[in-house]
RNA sequence: GCUCCGAUGGUGUAGCACGGCCAAGCAUUCCGGCCUUUCGAGCCGAUGACUCGGGUUCAAAUCCCGGUCGGAGCACCA
């Protein structure tokens, strides 16, 4: 099996169903996961991409076993060329791209596509050694000028591209095309099964040529459907114009659908791989499920994390208690061997409440501040009624007045502001904020997982 | 336009290769209830789907034909 993303940037959401559907193949049949980087278009490429995937691979928990960058093949592919072109599978052109294009719209031969092999031959030397200017010549697959589908009819395989390289600088400058160099790699590399997006049903078709032309064995191709995310940014383009102009902090900006922006926010990797194995390899397109996979993320977090209390939109009360009270809260209301979350307050004590939710209360409504007292509204003020009672009233959080300052960031782009309980400040790890969510806590921020 | 794919409740899937056990299962969301000092977890309940039309057959979600809708590709990107 393997994975072969372009080093454009890091991995989203979207790749961690190929890289998670290949290793899960793996992990049941056998065999070797081979993380091939296509950087054979200098175009496209950031020279961060080589290592941020495969931190964010071992992220997800990818077992691969091999890593192979395809610029590091260059001599191979060359060498496969020259092979097609001597047998007459392969030939180059000394169009442009518009007249090539549209003489095969036409299903007309260029007039050199049978010349003799050697002539041929020359050209590809002339190529290599940069005799022709960019987007004047190529080298074409010879393939079915009738096809019905005018992509596949004579292919490019190798154009010129004069780009210095991130990694192999001008060393090259004919570069193969993805149809060719991943028909000579999944050969070479023995690939037996391939599992791809159907966006690549016609690249099958064309790569399978190669494999005809060299009497090679065909891998098995599953083709699996689209899956719209919505909500959303995974376009890298846009993630990187908007890095560089600011808008973003940067690939782990939690309104990106990057695997390390979903990390930051405080998601599993085991979700992610639940999530993708229940969704299998389904041809049909589907929109991704927020709902679902925040269940997956939520049923796995729920047990080891915390629980704490935060108000959003902060009011003060005075809740005129004419005694020390004292709250005990449960950390986690399963595990009470893990304590309580205590505060002691004095006569007469101030606490924040939830803005939203003292409007929402009756005049002369009875409710409880979870874990501490019970109080009523009176007018614009909350007093103390009693320590306990029996009746089913409202249960609301709060926080001491000793409490802080804190902002959570929302994957929309909205940011909540409140106050949070003193025990949980200074925290680094996804707690669940009781009746608000669960967010990933860092210090004096938040960032917001799920409900 | 051409070529190729696909179509099961709001969402995601199971079933379709070998028609009957499917008056369609599961998960999630929403709604209602129980429990609970969270709107979390847990438990119970409810609503909700085979794209349409023909055909084959004793019998079709499943096979065949056609329509509709959706998607992908039509690059010297991957």
Redesign the pocket.
């Known amino acids: 099996m393997r994975m072969?993303?372009?080093p454009s940037g890091p991995l989203h959401i979207g790749h961690s169903r190929m890289a998670i559907l290949n290793d899960e193949y793996v992990k049941r049949y056998g065999g070797d996961l081979i993380l091939r980087l296509?950087d054979?278009?200098p175009s496209?490429i950031d020279i961060n991409a080589y290592d941020m995937i495969p931190e964010d691979l071992e992220w997800l928990n990818v077992n691969v076993t091999k890593k192979v960058i395809q610029s590091s093949r260059m001599d191979l592919y060359y060498k496969e060329a020259k092979n097609m072109i001597s047998r007459g599978f392969m030939y180059v052109?000394e169009?442009?791209?518009k007249t090539?294009?549209d003489l095969k719209l036409k299903k007309i031969a260029v007039k050199c596509r049978d010349l003799d092999p050697e002539i041929h031959l020359e050209r590809f030397e002339k190529l290599l050694e940069g005799k022709y200017e960019?987007?004047?010549?190529?080298a074409v697959m010879k393939t079915d000028l009738n096809h019905?589908?005018?992509?596949v009819r004579d292919?490019?395989a190798f154009?010129?591209?004069y780009k210095k390289h991130p990694l192999t600088g001008d060393k090259y400058i004919l570069?193969?095309?993805?149809?060719f160099s991943v028909s000579v790699d999944d050969h070479y590399l023995g690939l037996t099964h391939v599992i791809r997006g159907?966006?690549?049903?016609?690249?099958t078709e064309k790569q399978k040529y190669v494999f005809k032309y060299n009497n090679w064995k065909i891998p098995e191709y599953f083709?699996y459907?689209?899956?719209n995310i919505p909500g959303t940014v995974l376009k890298t383009t846009v993630m990187n114009n908007g890095i560089k102009s600011g808008e973003y902090s940067g690939w782990d900006d939690v309104r990106l659908g990057t695997i390390r922006a979903l990390k930051k926010r405080g998601y599993k990797p085991e979700t992610f791989r639940k999530y993708w194995i229940?969704?299998?390899m389904?041809?049909?397109?589907?929109?991704?499920?927020w709902?679902?996979f925040n269940?997956i993320n939520?049923?796995l977090i729920?047990y080891n994390t915390m629980?704490y209390f935060f108000v959003p939109e902060p009011e003060k009360f005075n809740i005129k208690n004419n005694k020390e009270l004292k709250s005990h809260?449960l950390l986690h209301?399963?595990r009470p061997e893990l304590g309580y979350r205590e505060y002691n307050l004095n006569k007469n004590a101030c606490i924040y409440f939830p803005g939203k939710?003292f409007e929402k209360l009756q005049d002369n409504e009875i409710i409880?501040l979870?874990?501490?007292c019970v109080v009523t509204k009176n007018n614009s003020s909350l007093n103390y009624l009693s320590e306990?009672t029996d009746k089913k009233i409202k249960?609301?959080?709060w926080v001491p007045e000793n409490s802080n300052d804190i902002k959570i960031y929302y994957p929309d782009g909205s940011i909540d502001t409140g106050k949070l309980e003193p025990l949980a400040y200074n925290k680094n790890d996804v707690v669940?904020l009781?009746?608000y969510g669960y967010v990933n806590l860092n210090k004096n921020e938040a960032y917001f997982l799920h409900?």
Request: proline share 7%.
């Open positions: 072969a993303p372009s296509e054979t278009n496209n052109i169009e442009d791209q090539f294009h960019e987007g004047k010549a190529a019905p589908n005018p992509s292919w490019i154009r010129l591209n570069y193969p095309t993805m149809n159907i966006d690549h049903l016609v690249n083709h459907g689209f899956i229940y969704s299998g389904n041809k049909s397109n589907a929109t991704f499920s709902e679902i269940s939520r049923e729920d629980r809260a209301p399963q939710e409880r979870k874990d501490l306990d249960i609301i959080q669940q009781e009746r409900k």
